[in-house]
């Protein structure tokens, strides 16, 4: 089983930044592709963003293509996602999942693991 903690989220400014990681544990996780979504207040989980357990391939959603970058950990039991440029539109909880699927899956029905989720509010 593959167990996902996230954290890293809180209050930050419009065009502020944070960095929000994802604690993974389990003998395979390093072989699940890794995706980050997010829910807003009101709104559907949506993908933001995956990477690719073999060569460390991303896929990005439109809206935060070009500021928002996700990352492995050396040791491979540590994903980030790097949040730039913030806007009011980007409040959300985003959670970190991993899935068996092959590419970039991109519906919550791919992913096997979540994690509980961290809070990310942009003031404007």
């Known amino acids: 089983q593959v167990q996902l903690v996230e954290s890293g989220g809180g209050l930050v400014q419009a065009g502020g930044s944070l960095r929000l990681s994802c604690a993974a544990s389990?003998?395979?996780?390093?072989?699940?592709?890794m995706g980050w979504f997010r829910q807003g207040p009101g709104k559907e989980r949506e993908f933001v963003a995956a990477i690719r357990w073999f060569g460390g391939g991303t896929y990005y959603a439109d809206s935060v293509k070009g500021r928002f970058t996700i990352s492995r950990g050396n040791a491979e039991n540590t994903v980030f996602l790097q949040l730039n440029s913030l806007e009011a539109e980007d409040t959300a909880v985003y959670y970190c999942a991993a899935s068996s699927d092959a590419g970039y899956p991109r519906a919550k029905s791919q992913y096997d693991y979540w994690g509980q989720g961290t809070q990310v509010t942009v003031s404007s």
């Open positions: 389990g003998r395979t996780v390093s072989r699940y592709n």
